[in-house]
T-cell receptor, first 114, second 110 residues
Framework: DGGITQSPKYLFRKEGQNVTLSCEQN?????MYWYRQDPGQGLRLIYY???????QKGDIAEGYSVSREKKESFPLTVTSAQKNPTAFYLC?????????????FGPGTRLTVT | RKEVEQDPGPFNVPEGATVAFNCTYS??????FFWYRQDCRKEPKLLMS???SGNEDGRFTAQLNRASQYISLLIRDSKLSDSATYLC???????????FGKGTKLSVKP
């Protein structure tokens, strides 16, 4: 089965702790993305990576970090520096060549920080 | 002007109705446009890409008006299962960088 997996589905953390969200894809896509969605808001881009060992900040990168050591994997760390970490986190992958820029999403991780 | 704007709705329609959503975008250089569907507490799923000539997929028709910088989605013969939030998406400043609208909520009633 091809697709994008995110784990865990729900995550609870205490304030001040770093937490890492997993994202894996077996679609052989070059590009991967992390978004955050808050209630009643659109998706906002946190980080993206168009190739292994390279990534760029999105619109709201502060308080987050990523790595892209393998094509299949793009984990996101929510650090204690992120002021409002409670949100729905969505990972996506897609191609950026050939004129097709569609992105496909994983099921998401709901992070609650108290 | 916001990068991508949509009427938030909700649009409450009876089964069988035809409903249309519009979306405006600010970047005149945008080349790629999409409609995604998002069910409550789920991830967005690609509904259809929007091509310059317009495109149709069953009961769904997408149109692009570059001169006025808006995209539309028409749903004919609405089904209960069409109830969801519809997200308008436009390519941002760099290729592959998608800008999402906040979505339009559709509720189809029996």
């Amino acid at each position: 089965d091809g697709g994008i997996t995110q784990s865990p589905k729900y995550l609870f953390r205490k304030e001040g702790q770093n937490v890492t969200l997993s994202c894996e894809q077996n679609l052989n896509h070059d590009a991967m993305y992390w978004y955050r969605q808050d209630p009643g808001q659109g998706l906002r881009l946190i980080y993206y990576s168009q190739i292994v060992n390279d990534f760029q900040k999105g619109d709201i990168a502060e308080g987050y970090s990523v790595s892209r050591e393998k094509k299949e994997s793009f984990p996101l760390t929510v650090t204690s520096a992120q002021k409002n970490p409670t949100a729905f986190y969505l990972c996506a992958s897609g191609e950026t060549s050939g004129g097709s820029y569609e992105q496909y999403f994983g099921p998401g991780t709901r992070l609650t920080v108290t | 002007r916001k990068e991508v704007e949509q009427d938030p709705g909700p649009f409450n329609v009876p089964e069988g109705a035809t409903v249309a959503f519009n979306c405006t975008y600010s970047n005149s250089a945008s080349q790629s446009f999409f409609w995604y569907r998002q069910d409550c507490r789920k991830e967005p799923k690609l509904l259809m890409s929007v091509y310059s000539s317009g495109n149709e997929d069953g009961r769904f028709t997408a149109q692009l008006n570059r001169a006025s910088q808006y995209i539309s989605l028409l749903i004919r013969d609405s089904k209960l299962s069409d109830s969801a939030t519809y997200l308008c998406v436009v390519i941002g400043r760099s290729q592959g960088n998608l800008i999402f609208g906040k979505g339009t909520k559709l509720s189809v009633k029996p």
